[in-house]
């Protein structure tokens, strides 16, 4: 098939820093592109893609500072993409925040039929064009993220998928004494001081790790960093893909404590794949992600999470690894997908 | 003819607060309804305009503070207008910045022509996407403005317009003693530390007024505060409507320092209707605007000014408000659309 990704224009494919939708566009293109299938991939002007790279602009928009306005390198790539729009068999979309609707719009009425993955949340807002463009094709990441908006065309429900091979297990760890992590962004819907105070009533240490953005600076100066000591727990900041894999290999257990409904979690599918359990809030897509009782826990508060950490024994860790290789391989994410594209040509 | 306006949606058509292109949009709309046209404007639900009103949401996107993706609400709005297009003689979209260029492409390709007015600057970024789209229909707000991107589709260049009647002219003046006015955003670009030095060199007092935006703090306490005494230089804040004119009224003359190429300027052309000349650094479309010698003074600094301020007795304020109204009335603004629309249309 002749493929076309429209990825975000924000990070390189694949990203330099964080990015998971851009990840998995490199991802799912390699694995297309060993398929044998002709990938085009429309992504900023410095991404290194399997298939050919149709590129908009010189960098990645985060990259260069003279952008001042990044809507209208989004503008561009999908006018690109309706201009090629006959090249290809199918053209697929990811809509991974409020610039990336646009796609929906803009690709609409084409001759190709367009596949777009649903990335984001729905909220109050986004609900209204998506309702509107309800007959365009999606492709859910969650069953749970699929049931806030369930109106929509759905082709599918495609999991992310990670390649298992790039995550460490059962290396040396560097701290030998048990802690538990928090990998994410620091801010107050994502729970940090939940994950705080699970940890306190477990009696372990807690590592976080994440980014604070400028407007969440607030939250993490009273929220967290008054129980900041360097021992019981601390703070690492942002952390490179062998810094955080390390973090995730040498953990008792990742803990997922965000307060809203995650459509998807990478964290907990990357921690899985380094062997190591993950205790959440049975919130969002958690229940699809953790085996409960196998691949870690769920749980409904800070004190549930405790006496889940108390029972990390009994969490085979190999088990875990294996369950990412099984339920959320790149090939498991690159078939969904054909399976998609299947029923977008048919139609 | 059945024209369509399509106006920003984050103020109300009028604007409750400042917002001049929907302001803009209330005055011609009216204008072309006296003279006879059909006119839907697509604009905030919470509008009030002398045409038919499609609504886009509830309120303006500012007065709701529950709105998280107001893009969500401008790609709703071109949809709306692609969906009745063929209902119009003439669609009529003003550009007023980057998300406002998403009209650029959403509504290109339509059966009924397309006029688009560039209310914004011309950068870099979306310069790219107005020469992607070179061959679609544009009205310039100036002749400046043109000169910086001469190689679109221009159908002509229409000065923006204001009902002179609205504006005070040799009332009572609240504050006998004579004072020159500063009156827009308190930024860098706006040169507020030039008009601080022009009425220091004149030795006259200066009345600044207009909004801070968080960004733009640190500029006000370094460039601006120190010089405020209350008397010399007094602040006023941001000023409504009769504020605003009262005290444009009542001032000698009103400074424009902009260190960049504003594409119009609003505020002299209210100044002059007030009877007051405007005394302007010589740049963007200053020379459009104001009749060196005449209406006021063009100057290539602060010095320059500070020597034009005290040739103001030499400038009959009458001759400032006549200028306005035989230049910049909402008559000549229509009639100059209306020649656009018969260019769109003729083609």
Same sequence: chains 1, 2.
Wanted: glycine letters at 8%; proline letters at 5%.
């Amino acid at each position: 098939m002749r493929i076309a990704h429209v990825a975000p224009l924000w990070e390189s494919v694949p990203p330099r820093g964080y990015g998971a939708v851009e990840s998995l566009v490199a991802d799912l293109t390699a694995a297309q592109v060993l398929d044998g299938h002709d990938v085009t991939v429309f992504a900023s002007g410095d991404s290194k893609v399997a298939g050919t790279l149709h590129g908009i602009g010189r960098t990645a928009l985060h990259a260069d500072p003279s952008i001042r306005e990044p809507e209208v390198y989004r503008m561009l790539q999908l006018q690109e993409v309706r201009d090629r729009a006959a090249e290809f068999d199918v053209i697929h979309s990811h809509v991974h925040s409020n610039t990336g609707c646009l796609a929906i719009p803009a690709l609409h009425g084409l001759h190709s039929p367009v596949v777009h993955t649903v990335h984001c949340f729905f909220n109050t807002d986004n609900a209204l064009l998506f309702r509107r463009f309800a007959a365009e094709r999606y492709v859910a990441i969650s069953g749970d993220q699929r049931s806030h908006l369930p109106e929509l065309n759905y082709l599918g429900t495609v999991h992310h998928g990670i390649d298992v091979q790039v995550f460490p297990f059962g290396r040396e760890v560097a701290d030998p004494r048990p802690y538990l992590v928090f990998l994410g962004r620091i801010r107050p819907e994502k729970g940090v001081h939940v994950a705080i105070e699970a940890a306190h009533r477990a009696g372990l240490r807690l590592k976080i790790a994440g980014r604070i953005k400028s407007g969440d600076r607030a939250y993490f100066e009273r929220q967290v960093q008054p129980y900041v000591d360097g021992d019981r727990v601390s703070f690492l900041g942002e952390l490179n893909f062998p810094q955080k894999t390390a973090l995730l290999a040498g953990a008792a257990a990742t803990l997922m404590t965000s307060l809203i409904p995650e459509p998807f979690g990478l964290v907990p599918i990357e921690s899985m794949a380094c062997g190591t359990p993950v205790v959440s809030l049975r919130a969002g897509a958690a229940a699809e992600l953790v085996r409960d009782g196998i691949t870690g826990f769920l749980a409904g508060n800070a004190q549930q999470m405790a006496e889940a950490i108390r029972r990390l024994p009994t969490i085979d860790r190999s088990t875990c690894r294996a369950h990412v290789a099984s339920e959320f391989s790149v090939r498991r994410m690159a078939d969904g997908y054909q399976a998609a594209y299947r029923a977008a040509t048919q139609r």
